[in-house]
């Protein structure tokens, strides 16, 4: 098996990729309950002009076709930001066993920065969180996408 570090690797992969195209580096993996990986996604609003095309929609809608079901019960998802309130209300929905993310987001983050949504009294479903995976990577990858962009 796999550790959450080397996960998190993979989708700072996909995050990497995301950001050579254009998009916002953000990278996801849903991975099963027998620690294989099921499925992942990145960024790809712009690519598709689809506003809820964020990293965890992607590899979630993914693992949902791949199963054949809604529910990801059991399942993992690595991130490498935490997740805004609607991809948080995504996991909920399908009953993600657990989320593994590297960097907080201040400014939009649902989980522990901005909200805390899993913990909320109208959330009907509990969320294993793991944050702080590869932390400073994730971080300076967005911190330099970010740069880079301001100077064009």
């Known amino acids: 098996m796999k550790s959450h570090s080397e996960w998190m690797g993979l989708a700072l992969q996909l995050a990497r990729q995301a950001g050579a195209e254009g998009e916002v580096p953000v990278g996801a993996l849903v991975v099963g309950a027998d620690g294989a990986l099921i ?43 935490e997740p805004c309130a609607m991809c948080t209300g995504a996991l909920l929905q ?10 907080d987001d201040p400014k939009a983050g649902a989980i522990a ?14 969320l294993e969180v793991i944050a702080g995976i590869e932390e400073a990577a994730c971080c300076q990858l967005l911190t330099d996408w970010f740069a880079q962009r301001r100077t064009r």
């Not at 965890?56 to 809608?61: G, N, Q």
């Open 94 to 103: 399908a009953r993600v066993e657990r989320l593994v993310y590297g960097a």
């Open 39 to 81: 499925a992942a996604g990145a960024n790809r609003r712009e690519r598709d002009c689809d506003p809820t095309a964020h990293a965890e929609v992607v590899a979630m809608r993914l693992a949902g076709q791949k199963l054949g079901a809604w529910r990801l019960t059991g399942c993992t998802l690595y991130v490498t930001l």
């Open 113 to 126: 920065s901005v909200y805390n949504l899993p913990e909320s009294p109208g959330s009907f479903h509990r």
